[in-house]
């Protein structure tokens, strides 16, 4: 079965990890072998990343959702990041892959 990972600061990690969904603590200097471990497990079906994470990763989190059937990547606000805060996680999937739920 395919699991949902976050990447991002402690709070929102740990915002998540309420859930069940697994975190990986991280910030934007390091972010890059971060999301390279979690889409090489053979269990990570969604990747989320917050946007300071993901801020020079672009073409990366792109050829990734363009070529690895498996795993998609999207982008999510982090817990201090006034954007768009009050969007579920199922939200920005659901958009991500285009689809109502």
């Known amino acids: 079965m395919k699991k949902i990972y976050i990447i991002g600061d402690m709070h929102t990690v740990s915002a998540f990890r309420l859930s069940g969904v697994v975190g990986v603590v991280s910030d934007r200097d390091n972010a890059s072998s971060r999301l390279e471990e979690v889409i090489g497990k053979t269990d990570a079906g969604i990747v989320g990343i917050t946007s300071a994470c993901a801020k020079d990763l672009q073409s990366r989190i792109t050829d990734i959702n ?4 498996d795993t998609i990547v999207i982008e ?12 579920s996680l199922v939200g920005y999937v659901a958009e991500a892959l285009g689809i109502a739920l």
């Open 76 to 87: 999510i606000p982090g817990i201090d990041d006034p954007k768009d805060l009050t969007r």
């Open 66 to 69: 363009l070529n690895q059937q």
